[in-house]
């Protein structure tokens, strides 16, 4: 991809598509329901990024808002999609401009690591947290669920985008044709 791909126009656009899905996994991971849930009768419950409902006698929901811990992870995490937003944005700019930019490129990638790292905070400090300060009944198997994973899914993708966008400008001469093609004698 790094040597052949950028050259071709409907391959040049893999790098901000692939930035855009994990956009796309952020707003599921920030909007799903799935984050925790349990389903250890007579007890049911799920939560969310901002709260966790559970159903006893109808389903009672609590805001995780109201705790500092709770707060503190729904801003780093959203702290890391919203810098997510803004690569997807600059990376359609710096493909879209017919001579790419390479130092360009190379500072897409490293907001990529800060994206990464923002959202790791708030995926590491969500289930820490929600363990220590929500008391859950006794004999509950409590699981991390499907919109966990896509918020975890944001933040690996993030740490793979920022590598292929700081290492494409080390090809950019092979990218460009700079580069004289050698050929090996017949022996």
Excluded: H
């Excluded at 494409?168 to 700079?178: A, K, R, V």
């Amino acid at each position: 991809m790094v040597k052949y791909g950028l050259d071709y126009t409907r391959c040049r656009w893999i790098l901000p598509l692939l930035v855009g899905l994990a956009m796309i996994f952020g707003i599921i991971a920030l909007a799903g329901r799935g984050w925790i849930y349990s389903q250890t009768l007579p007890f049911s419950q799920q939560g969310s990024l901002w709260r966790l409902c559970s159903l006893e006698s109808g389903w009672q929901c609590r805001s995780l808002m109201d705790y500092a811990w709770g707060q503190g992870a729904a801003a780093t995490f959203l702290v890391g999609f919203v810098l997510v937003c803004i690569c997807f944005a600059l990376a359609i700019i710096a493909f879209a401009i017919p001579t790419l930019r390479f130092n360009f490129l190379r500072g897409i990638g490293g907001l990529l690591f800060v994206a990464a790292a923002f959202s790791l905070m708030g995926l590491v400090i969500y289930p820490v947290m929600i363990s220590k300060y929500i008391l859950f009944p006794v004999g509950t198997v409590n699981e991390f669920g499907w919109a966990y994973g896509f918020g975890w899914t944001m933040c690996l993708m993030s740490i793979g985008l920022g590598f292929f966008f700081c290492c494409i400008p080390l090809y950019e001469d092979q990218i460009l044709g700079n580069v004289k093609p050698y050929y090996y004698p017949d022996i």
